[in-house]
């Protein structure tokens, strides 16, 4: 299934030489109704929480009627855990940009906003409960929030409910969830 798509990059940052140059709150130079999957990792986060809201509507307008989209951000209630643990600065795991640690994922990645990448700055924060409230919001009808050991959730969602659990579970496994 998946092998016959055709993957368009999207990104806020023309030096990694996205497919288009967008802010995730405004795809408009993209058609609705056209995307049959929509991978999100790690931008969401990096919204003010009432740009929110738009932006997962221009996930959904942009997804066909039987796509899907997987939303990854980081998970602040595991990270609070460790917050609580005075574990700050304690490497989490090992990014291909360098150590992870829970100051990094409650406010950016440090060395690439020392460095002047400000965008890269963390506005607003998820938990399991607050990422379903969200998708609810926004309107998608078929949606599981999922909590991955890296200290992420996945949001994995659609326009309409799951036709069936197992079609949402196949989909899980498929993607490794």
Request: proline share 6%.
């Amino acid at each position: 299934m998946f092998a016959t798509w055709r993957q368009v990059r999207v990104d806020i940052d023309p030096d990694v030489a996205p497919d288009l140059v967008a802010d995730i709150t405004d795809l408009s130079m993209i058609e609705s109704g056209v995307a049959d999957a929509l991978w999100t990792s790690h931008c969401v986060e990096h919204l003010y929480a009432h740009l929110v809201p738009t932006a997962l509507g221009e996930i959904r307008r942009v997804l066909r009627d039987d796509g899907f989209a997987c939303i990854v951000v980081p998970d602040m209630q595991r990270i609070a855990a460790m917050i609580a643990e005075d574990r700050m600065h304690e490497t989490l795991y090992v990014s291909p940009a360098g150590p992870i640690t829970p100051h990094d994922m409650v406010f950016g990645f440090g060395p690439a906003i020392a460095d002047g990448q400000l965008s890269m700055a963390h506005r607003c924060g998820f938990t399991p409960a607050i990422m379903t409230r969200c998708m609810m919001e926004a309107g998608f009808g078929g949606y599981a929030v999922l909590r991955r050991a890296n200290f992420e959730l996945v949001a994995l969602v659609q326009k309409r409910d799951w036709p069936r659990t197992s079609d949402r579970d196949a989909l899980i496994a498929a993607l490794d969830l």
